[in-house]
């Protein structure tokens, strides 16, 4: 992991994140790259042409101007946080959030997105944002996302959600390496339901003779709902960060599809970690 990129609005929750890829990139040895994307204004009444280019003119120096004046706090966290060592490019640019982080990822070699989500209600959002889940599934780089209210401690419990497809190990072994990186334990977690395959208990088997030497301990648990059996794994066990892949477009919409229409009582305060299928 070479580069990571960081997508701030310089809000709250930006900020708390940042703290998180202060860690990463220092147990890495990565550059952080620090993007802020900003949209130009909708003009309803068609003025002349030279008064629209003075318009977006103001509004990207105005942008330029803030970019400028945010970037010495992040600067200042990081020294105050002893991560002073670590490099940064900063990169201001205007239009669509995934459209830029993709192309940013693509421009600079980026390994990994890390961004700070915001509270939402609806299911969907159990785990994160809107924005942020829309990033996830329409980004090409894994993304790491870090609720509002998480608060960084030391990574020594990762929770792995898989379903012992074959495609899964790749995740899996990424998720070894960053729990190598950061000297942590694996908890592979399956949920069990009626569509188990009939051969899971020797794909459950060949997992664990194939993974022996490794730091994972494997939990199969009985679950009627997919996020709320997650969500109590995830206090139970102590987890620092889950990671999931996902197996196809709409990712999201088919793991929450049971629970839609009910409220859950708490949100997840841990970061998640989304691999894509390749």
Known sequence: MKRILFPTDFSEA?????????????SFGAELVLLHVYDLPIVETPPLPETTTEIFDIVEMHQFESFREELPALHKLAEDNNFGHIKFKNVLMYGDLIYNINKVSEDEGVDFVIMGTKGASGLKETFLGSTTASV?????????????????????NIAFTT???????????????????????LQCLYIKNDDDPEDIEERINEWKIYYRD??????????????????????NQHVDLLVMRTHKRGFFESLFHRSLTKKMAYHSKVPLLVFHEE
């Open 136 to 156: 996830i599934s329409n980004v090409k780089m894994p993304v790491l996302g870090i609720p509002a209210e998480a608060q960084y401690r030391a990574i020594k």
């Open 14 to 26: 930006a900020r708390n994140a940042f703290i998180y890829a202060l860690n990463f990139a220092d």
């Open 214 to 235: 490794e730091h994972i301990d494997f939990f199969n648990i009985d679950g009627d709902h997919i996020e709320q059996t997650i969500l109590d794994f995830i206090e």
């Open 163 to 185: 379903q012992y497809k074959d495609k899964d190990n790749d995740a899996l072994r990424n998720a070894l390496t960053i729990g190598s990186a950061f000297n942590a334990r």
